[in-house]
């Protein structure tokens, strides 16, 4: 059983920054790609940033400069740096990990941006 835990949510002023982190446990051997993805009210959850196994990033528009996905294999986990945070940010945030070819996901984590 592998589960995803998420950290690092809350309430930030715009232009402030957070720092997400997303830590696998259980039965895990090797974790392919990681990701976040975020939902905002009434929309569909989206891409924000993913990163391979070999470290190739790749980031949506709307965070390219402000945002940097890192990993660190020892302890699976990913981390989300925002920086210049924005009142549309605002979003429930999921980690996702790719493990043997199945998709994991966290249970999600607020941020709210106000302005």
């Known amino acids: 059983q592998v589960q995803l835990v998420e950290s690092g949510g809350g309430l930030v002023q715009a232009g402030g920054s957070l720092r997400l982190s997303c830590a696998a446990s259980?039965?895990?051997?090797?974790?392919?790609?990681m990701g976040w993805y975020r939902q905002a009210p009434g929309k569909q959850r989206g891409l924000v940033a993913s990163?391979?196994?070999?470290?190739?990033?790749n980031y949506a528009d709307s965070v390219k400069g402000r945002f940097t996905i890192s990993r660190d294999n020892a302890k699976n986990t990913v981390y989300l740096q925002m920086n210049s945070l924005k009142p549309e940010d605002t979003a429930v945030y999921y980690c996702?990990?790719?493990?043997?070819?199945?998709?994991?996901w966290g249970q999600g984590t607020q941020v709210t941006v106000s302005s």
């Open positions: 990163i391979t196994s070999r470290g190739s990033t």
């Open positions: 996702q990990f790719t493990i043997w070819g199945i998709d994991y």
């Open positions: 259980g039965s895990i051997f090797s974790i392919g790609a």
